[in-house]
């Protein structure tokens, strides 16, 4: 049903319904109310509009639009208060830009008119103080694109662009600041163009392909580095039938998304320093760090090839990895043409090569993983939860198709090690560094894919920068329920691990005093969980792990958000 226009609010709701935002994530404020206005009179009315998701934090806002792009690859929109809002996207926005994750940005301003001049005019002290000289200038650096609407007569103009720019590859957050008087100005009709496509990257020629597929296939020792080519789920199948086609480990580092089954032979975890030393052609695959240079570089002679929908780097100052040839592509489409390529350049002599190398890195990924499986098991009996036999519980819990968020930071090595990820689409990064976005997202992917099973994995300070009441809240409030297990050894241990990395003799270390790093006693969070209507359960027994778990997932088919506070060994 057509939407009836009567002001710049009702154009606002019809374009984003034509844009195909199906959701609002929604933090309120005094300059938001006639969208709020003109959804609730629509709904009145019968007609569909987006959903509006009351999110009591503007993390969970954002965290939430995020998690929902990486299942639905479609941007949706988050709406906060003028510039207050817009400063706490804060750390979340840090989180999409580095993730790539589209969305559409919106807030209110402080008013244009200070007398009764126009409907929506000053009537607050505070739209004084909430007026600054350049609102946008806070995100304009982490968006792509920043925009204030000025007049109604271009709006269908403007949100059109809004999304066709948050979409187009490399993807990413658009912002757009709406006057209340804007908002609230009468219109009669509304332009409704054809919506802007996205610009699509380019796939590679064969030309171009044809050397690398050489390089590849002459190769003594390949390596691939990847980090988000798994976004397009349907690149998982052809990435590892590449890898298998010339024997190369994969080294998924600084992954956002599983690229390949963790349980592939030819997976070789999250650190490329053992295969990097020794890789005489390495094809590096949408990734935005593949490796520490203080720790380790490729060999003097290694050929690298680098693909990837962003190789400049652009909004990263210093960026300064070597490449023999850089190419802008969409590598979805781009490794099923090098795989052709590399099929039809293969000889037999090189074929047995790499499959003998296949075979070596075969057992040794099988022996590092039943290495890693009995090393948990033998910690089941200890008096106290180790994160290995913690994570090795959660794997026996969860089924393939279940979608995991996973934060869990200074334990991440036993998460992507240990952690049986086979389905592509199942287990994500926030893409960042900003803690906080596990729990928010986890709201956006159950909005998104709302039959799956959602997890998050979040140590104790990351549960507790997620804002776990308005989330939680949400959960409950928009019926997103989802399973969260705190690793909880009650510190800081990224900060003490750096720490003692650069000063392994200094006073903290010799006085066995971390100040700002103590994060006991810690809150009873599974208190906090049932306070706001979620399933809580502290767990210290490493027996009871795995019923514990069990208990959790079942509050969560039965439409209860559910916390397990797990406390684990410290480090």
Same mark, same amino acid.
């Given at each position: 049903?057509?939407?009836?226009?009567?002001?710049?609010?009702?154009?606002?709701?019809?374009?984003?319904?034509?844009?195909?935002?199906?959701?609002?994530?929604?933090?309120?404020?005094?300059?938001?109310?006639?969208?709020?206005?003109?959804?609730?009179?629509?709904?009145?009315?019968?007609?569909?509009?987006?959903?509006?998701?009351?999110?009591?934090?503007?993390?969970?806002?954002?965290?939430?639009?995020?998690?929902?792009?990486?299942?639905?690859?479609?941007?949706?929109?988050?709406?906060?208060?003028?510039?207050?809002?817009?400063?706490?996207?804060?750390?979340?926005?840090?989180?999409?830009?580095?993730?790539?994750?589209?969305?559409?940005?919106?807030?209110?301003?402080?008013?244009?008119?200070?007398?009764?001049?126009?409907?929506?005019?000053?009537?607050?002290?505070?739209?004084?103080?909430?007026?600054?000289?350049?609102?946008?200038?806070?995100?304009?650096?982490?968006?792509?694109?920043?925009?204030?609407?000025?007049?109604?007569?271009?709006?269908?103009?403007?949100?059109?662009?809004?999304?066709?720019?948050?979409?187009?590859?490399?993807?990413?957050?658009?912002?757009?600041?709406?006057?209340?008087?804007?908002?609230?100005?009468?219109?009669?009709?509304?332009?409704?163009?054809?919506?802007?496509?996205?610009? %699509? *990257?380019?796939?590679?020629?064969? !030309?171009?392909?044809?050397?690398? $597929? &050489?390089? #590849? +296939?002459?190769?003594?020792?390949?390596?691939?580095?990847?980090?988000?080519?798994?976004?397009?789920?349907?690149?998982?199948?052809?990435?590892?039938?590449?890898?298998?086609?010339?024997?190369?480990?994969?080294?998924?580092?600084?992954?956002?998304?599983?690229?390949?089954?963790?349980?592939?032979?030819?997976?070789?975890?999250?650190?490329?320093?053992?295969?990097?030393?020794?890789?005489?052609?390495?094809?590096?695959?949408?990734?935005?760090?593949?490796?520490?240079?203080?720790?380790?570089?490729?060999?003097?002679?290694?050929?690298?090839?680098?693909?990837?929908?962003?190789?400049?780097?652009?909004?990263?100052?210093?960026?300064?990895?070597?490449?023999?040839?850089?190419?802008?592509?969409?590598?979805?489409?781009?490794?099923?043409?090098?795989?052709?390529?590399?099929?039809? %350049? *293969?000889?037999?002599?090189?074929? !047995?090569?790499?499959?003998?190398? $296949? &075979?070596? #890195? +075969?057992?040794?990924?099988?022996?590092?993983?039943?290495?890693?499986?009995?090393?948990?098991?033998?910690?089941?009996?200890?008096?106290?939860?180790?994160?290995?036999?913690?994570?090795?519980?959660?794997?026996?819990?969860?089924?393939?198709?279940?979608?995991?968020?996973?934060?869990?930071?200074?334990?991440?090595?036993?998460?992507?090690?240990?952690?049986?990820?086979?389905?592509?689409?199942?287990?994500?990064?926030?893409?960042?560094?900003?803690?906080?976005?596990?729990?928010?997202?986890?709201?956006?992917?159950?909005?998104?894919?709302?039959?799956?099973?959602?997890?998050?994995?979040?140590?104790?300070?990351?549960?507790?920068?997620?804002?776990?009441?308005?989330?939680?809240?949400?959960?409950?409030?928009?019926?997103?329920?989802?399973?969260?297990?705190?690793?909880?050894?009650?510190?800081?241990?990224?900060?003490?691990?750096?720490?003692?990395?650069?000063?392994?003799?200094?006073?903290?270390?010799?006085?066995?005093?971390?100040?700002?790093?103590?994060?006991?006693?810690?809150?009873?969070?599974?208190?906090?969980?049932?306070?706001?209507?979620?399933?809580?359960?502290?767990?210290?027994?490493?027996?009871?792990?795995?019923?514990?778990?069990?208990?959790?997932?079942?509050?969560?088919?039965?439409?209860?958000?559910?916390?397990?506070?797990?406390?684990?060994?410290?480090?």
């Amino acid at each position: 049903m057509p939407l009836p226009i009567t002001c710049g609010a009702d154009a606002f709701v019809a374009l984003l319904n034509h844009n195909r935002s199906d959701f609002i994530f929604l933090n309120s404020g005094t300059d938001t109310f006639p969208i709020q206005e003109a959804i609730t009179r629509f709904e009145a009315q019968g007609v569909s509009v987006p959903q509006l998701v009351t999110c009591p934090d503007e993390l969970v806002a954002i965290s939430a639009a995020h998690g929902h792009y990486l299942l639905s690859r479609q941007p949706q929109t988050v709406l906060v208060h003028v510039d207050a809002g817009t400063m706490q996207l804060g750390g979340g926005l840090h989180n999409a830009q580095r993730a790539r994750a589209a969305m559409v940005l919106c807030a209110g301003t402080a008013p244009l008119t200070i007398e009764d001049e126009m409907a929506g005019h000053r009537d607050l002290w505070i739209h004084w103080i909430q007026d600054q000289t350049d609102q946008s200038m806070a995100v304009r650096g982490y968006c792509k694109w920043t925009y204030e609407l000025r007049r109604n007569e271009s709006i269908h103009h403007v949100m059109n662009r809004a999304f066709q720019v948050a979409s187009s590859e490399p993807s990413g957050p658009t912002y757009l600041t709406l006057p209340r008087e804007v908002l609230m100005e009468p219109m009669k009709n509304l332009r409704m163009p054809a919506v802007l496509q996205p610009v %699509t *990257l380019p796939d590679a020629s064969p !030309d171009v392909l044809r050397p690398i $597929a &050489e390089a #590849l +296939a002459q190769a003594q020792y390949p390596l691939v580095i990847t980090g988000s080519t798994g976004r397009h789920t349907d690149a998982v199948a052809t990435l590892t039938s590449l890898a298998e086609c010339i024997g190369a480990p994969v080294v998924t580092a600084t992954a956002s998304c599983l690229n390949i089954s963790t349980a592939h032979p030819l997976w070789a975890g999250i650190s490329p320093n053992e295969h990097l030393k020794e890789a005489d052609v390495v094809l590096i695959l949408d990734c935005d760090v593949p490796y520490i240079p203080a720790n380790v570089i490729p060999r003097a002679d290694a050929r690298i090839f680098w693909l990837d929908s962003d190789p400049l780097k652009a909004t990263m100052p210093l960026f300064t990895f070597p490449a023999d040839l850089r190419l802008q592509v969409d590598t979805s489409k781009t490794l099923s043409g090098l795989l052709s390529a590399l099929e039809d %350049t *293969l000889t037999t002599e090189d074929r !047995d090569r790499h499959n003998r190398r $296949a &075979e070596t #890195l +075969a057992v040794k990924h099988t022996d590092q993983r039943s290495a890693l499986r009995q090393t948990a098991q033998d910690q089941a009996s200890q008096s106290l939860i180790t994160p290995p036999w913690l994570i090795h519980c959660v794997d026996q819990a969860l089924g393939q198709d279940v979608i995991v968020m996973d934060e869990t930071v200074t334990n991440a090595r036993f998460a992507h090690s240990m952690l049986t990820r086979t389905q592509p689409g199942t287990w994500f990064t926030s893409g960042g560094a900003s803690l906080g976005w596990a729990l928010g997202a986890c709201i956006g992917a159950k909005l998104a894919a709302p039959e799956r099973t959602v997890v998050a994995l979040v140590g104790d300070g990351t549960f507790m920068f997620g804002c776990p009441t308005a989330a939680l809240w949400t959960a409950a409030e928009h019926k997103t329920p989802f399973l969260t297990v705190i690793l909880n050894n009650q510190m800081h241990f990224a900060t003490k691990r750096s720490w003692l990395m650069h000063y392994p003799e200094g006073t903290a270390k010799q006085t066995n005093r971390f100040p700002g790093v103590d994060l006991s006693p810690s809150p009873d969070f599974a208190r906090l969980a049932q306070s706001c209507h979620a399933y809580g359960e502290q767990v210290d027994d490493p027996k009871a792990l795995p019923e514990a778990l069990n208990r959790g997932l079942e509050a969560v088919a039965a439409g209860q958000a559910a916390v397990l506070d797990v406390r684990i060994q410290r480090p």
